[in-house]
């Protein structure tokens, strides 16, 4: 994992937000939410990202102050979860919140 500025984060999320589908999976350090879409426009807002899966799946997440920002590749996220098939895709960012939450966003292959 290499660490990027919010800025080189969000100007990725901008790019993806154009004229591709992502891939999101958020889950709290605790592990009592995990959840993971696949094939989501994304909407880019200021320190947030909205993204939408069918008509009735919309998820909104604020990147407070603090939240730290890394390049990840699918190989590195596959070493992670080792026993989960890990998606096809180039350079996913993935985020750290101050309190151990993360989320991993990627462009969809």
Not at 31 to 42: G, H, I, M, Q
Not at 75 to 104: T, W
């Amino acid at each position: 994992m290499k660490e990027i500025s919010s800025a080189e984060a969000f100007r990725e999320f901008t790019n993806w937000s154009k004229n591709s589908l992502v891939g999101f999976n958020f889950a709290r350090r605790d592990a009592t939410v995990n959840f993971f879409l696949r094939s989501a426009t994304l909407k880019v807002s200021e320190a947030s990202l909205l993204t939408e899966n069918d008509p009735f799946s919309l998820t909104m997440v604020h990147y407070p102050d603090g939240t730290r920002f890394y390049e990840v590749t699918a190989e590195e996220i596959a070493k992670q979860f080792s026993r989960s098939k890990v998606p096809s895709f180039g350079i996913g960012i993935r985020a750290f919140f101050e309190n151990g939450d993360f989320c991993h966003i990627f462009k969809e292959a």
